[in-house]
């Protein structure tokens, strides 16, 4: 009898541990199948969104005749717009960080466009981006190029800033309108890093580090740069700086290069001087003045990231605000009193 309680109690735990992994895995497999299912392409027909912005406005400010008709005269005009086949308006929106997270969504955004986009469509490309990452921000820049090398129209709309690894999505366009106090330019190129050596040399601590390859590593953190080291670094931000100087000049060969790629930036009025820009516009207006005559539809895919990417990107967001409060007090200082 001893023996048997032993083992239907040694069976019973076995139970319970086998159900409990049967759980824990039904559980992650769940989780896996929910967030699959919130990566989703999100279409919203911008026509339809204005025209509820104004019948909500009319109601408040028309009497109840004037209200009657002006409903009478929209319906009709929706009947006649559905009744042709009207040209389309793609509207994407990318707000840009450090290390430009938003591509993902950017490339399956671009993707469903262009596998539905006629010859008489156009891309509308909604940018706020201060600039980062080199290759991360080439790769962006890289999908809007799938637009233009298909033939179709790009308007890339700078209500903000679209500056250094920003305009350098932004110059793919086939047009730039910017408003006139956003922010665009800054082709050039910057490393920068703290050094510790002496710190750590004070109090007695070495740092060794040991590469395969002459130029593996230059300049480091904790170590001790040299001249050599600068100079190689200088050398790797001049080749970078040819790099977007050449393509800025491949997709807006009548700008003077010598003249904007000095790493400066200039406000709307005076990029369009300089022909960063085409038009003085917010994007408000483009839409605007598109939706009499173009259907509108702003297209988002939604992507669930992993909870490490969502710590990470805690973490850049933190960086993001220092970079934004760094470029908006440089702005405000030069702002009249």
Known sequence: MEFLAEYGLFLLKTITVVAAIVIVIGAAAAAGRKAAQQE????????????????SLKRAVLGKSALKADLKAVKAAVKAESKGERPRAFVIDFKGDL?????????????AVLAVAGDNDHVVLRLENYGGVVHEHGLAASQLARIRDRGIPLTIAVDK???????????????????????????GVIAQLPNFNRMLDTHG?????????????NVTMFGKNTDADRARLKEQLEDVHSLFKAAVARYRPALELARVSTGEHWYGTRALE???????????????????????YRVHYKIRQPFQKRLMANADAVFERFDATRWRRRFESRLPR
């Open 40 to 55: 989703t392409l999100e279409v919203e027909n911008l026509n339809e969104r204005y025209r509820n912005l104004a019948r």
């Open 99 to 111: 290390k430009a997270s938003a591509v993902p969504s950017l490339r399956e955004e671009v993707s």
């Open 161 to 187: 800033v679209a500056a250094s690894g920003g305009y350098l999505m932004a110059c793919v366009a086939t047009r730039i309108i910017a408003a006139p106090f956003a922010i665009l330019g800054s082709i």
């Open 205 to 217: 601590v070495d740092f060794e580090q040991i590469t395969a390859g002459e130029y593996k590593r």
């Open 274 to 296: 300089l022909g960063l820009a085409d038009a003085l516009q917010t994007s408000d207006e483009l839409l605007a003045g598109m939706v009499a005559e173009r259907d509108l």
